[in-house]
């Protein structure tokens, strides 16, 4: 499979929580990505991080890189409504130039 | 800046025929841009590799002659769906890096296909 796995599928949280997000890949990386997408839209990038970064922030979002383990997390604090969209990890193997994306999470923050 | 406009955002058509949907990168150059299809609540897949002045490159199991890819400037690649059947209905997104590398994608808004 061209994917990598991301859990949960699927989380609902209130307004004002915060949201973590998990995704593993397969091989080697020049760099994992974050995006976002609103349904039925195209995606909207968020964060990148390379593979020798283990952290990086930007605004609210989170992003931790274990390459040992071969996985990802982004967390998203304080969240909003308007948070609420199908978050994809997506990676680039090392050596290649094709994006390939994770399975998503649909993440659902109540008001 | 690095804006990607993909048209149609939605088109219905019969079984039988062809939709051409198109990508243009509007204020860069793209000599590469991916196509990715996205099934309900599913993730994106990609398709091909479409490449300026030359064949696309095509994922396996993705077939070429259904799936038509003509890139023939630096701003504009297409996507023809021939011969379209119901199976064939899915959600179509183009991208494009407006950077050299393995720089983030910049995506287009999807075009929702619906054969009936």
């Known amino acids: 499979s061209q994917q990598g796995e991301e859990d949960p599928q699927a989380l609902s949280i209130q307004e004002g929580e915060n949201a973590t997000m998990n995704c593993s890949y397969k091989t080697s990386i020049n760099n994992l990505q974050w995006y976002r997408q609103n349904s039925g839209r195209g995606l909207v990038h968020l964060i990148l991080i390379r593979s020798n970064e283990r952290e990086k922030h930007s605004g609210r979002l989170r992003v931790t890189l274990d390459t040992s383990k071969k996985s990802s997390s982004l967390l998203i604090t304080a969240s909003r409504a308007a948070d609420t969209a199908s978050y994809f990890c997506a990676t680039v193997y090392t050596g290649g130039f094709k994006t390939i994306f994770g399975a998503g999470t649909r993440l659902f923050v109540k008001a | 800046g690095a804006v990607v406009s993909q048209h149609p955002s939605w088109v219905i058509c019969k079984s039988g025929t062809s939709v051409k949907i198109e990508c243009r990168s509007l204020d860069f150059q793209a000599t590469t841009m991916f196509w990715y299809r996205q099934f309900p609540k599913q993730s994106l897949m990609l398709m091909a590799t479409?490449?300026?002045?030359?064949?696309?490159?095509?994922e396996q199991g993705v077939e070429k002659d259904k799936f038509l890819i003509n890139h023939a400037s630096l701003t504009l690649s297409t996507l023809t769906v021939t011969s379209a059947h119901p199976e064939d209905s899915s959600f179509y997104i183009c991208s494009a890096r407006p950077q050299e590398g393995n720089s983030p994608l910049h995506f287009g808004n999807g075009t929702r296909l619906t054969v009936t």
């Open positions: 479409s490449n300026e002045g030359s064949k696309a490159t095509y």
